[in-house]
Nanobody, 124 residues
């Protein structure tokens, strides 16, 4: 059973933007923190951003702060990651995940539900 579904990835040029979505279609997860992670080819999965259930608190990795924006709309059971000014180094599979906590967390091990990912490829 799939609890989180990402979409919005694609192939773009450097400087372009994309908006990734993460839907909890069956609304089965209750109140949760939503995190975004990415895994570049040949590298470990890494933290990108996280947003609280209410959407009022966020945390971003320094490498994306100022270019990426995380948000959510709980009325639509969907979270978003806006990717602006993309760089070739942004190329990765992007995952959303949920953690059943109120506090923001960057630790991958605290997330217990993951989507299957959406691929973002940025060419120069």
């Amino acid at each position: 059973q799939v609890y989180l579904v990402e979409s919005g990835g694609g192939e773009v040029q450097a400087g372009d933007s994309l908006r990734l979505s993460c839907e909890n279609p069956r609304r089965t997860l209750g109140r949760f923190v939503m995190g975004w992670f990415r895994q570049a080819p040949g590298k470990e999965k890494e933290f990108v951003a996280v947003i609280s259930w209410s959407g009022t608190s966020t945390d971003m990795d320094d490498s994306v702060r100022g270019r990426f924006i995380v948000s959510r709309d709980n009325t639509k059971n969907t979270g978003y990651l806006q990717l602006n000014n993309l760089r070739p180094g942004s190329t990765a599979v992007y995952y959303c995940a949920s953690a059943p906590y109120s506090a923001l967390t960057r630790a991958i091990g605290t997330y217990n539900c993951w989507g299957r990912g959406t691929r973002v490829t940025v060419s120069s």
